[in-house]
């Protein structure tokens, strides 16, 4: 088990950018680990996936070019840098950790992964 807390979401206007932050209280490195968002009257969806170097991330067509996930194992933390934000990108996002034993590099699907953050508040002003 892995406790996650996401922080930096907010208040912004259309075409601006948040970077999103999790923080992993045990040993990120053993983790392939993604970001998923929730908006009200819909179901959780996934944003970006990254594999536990770093080397292999995957985004959905809806951020890609927009979003970049990136991951730094030695301060155990789990970024998202989104860009050109529009008003559709308005949800609660959360971070995740699958499980360690999982042999995928990349892990897209939500029910694969065990361990979710609080989420984070995204409100993109148009």
């Known amino acids: 088990q892995v406790h996650l807390v996401e922080s930096g979401g907010g208040l912004v206007q259309a075409g601006g950018s948040l970077r999103l932050s999790c923080v992993a209280s045990g040993r990120m490195l053993t983790y392939p680990m993604g970001w998923f968002r929730q908006a009200p009257g819909k179901e959780r969806e996934f944003v970006c996936a990254?594999?536990?170097?770093?080397?292999?991330?995957e985004c959905s067509d809806s951020v890609k070019g927009r979003f970049t996930i990136t991951r730094d194992n030695t301060e155990n933390t789990m970024y998202l840098q989104m860009n050109t934000l529009k008003p559709e990108d308005t949800a609660v996002y959360y971070c995740a950790a699958a499980d360690s034993a999982t042999p995928l590099v990349v892990v897209t699907t939500a029910h694969q992964y065990d361990n979710w953050g609080q989420g984070t508040q995204v409100t993109v002003s148009s």
């Open positions: 990254i594999g536990r170097s770093g080397r292999n991330s």
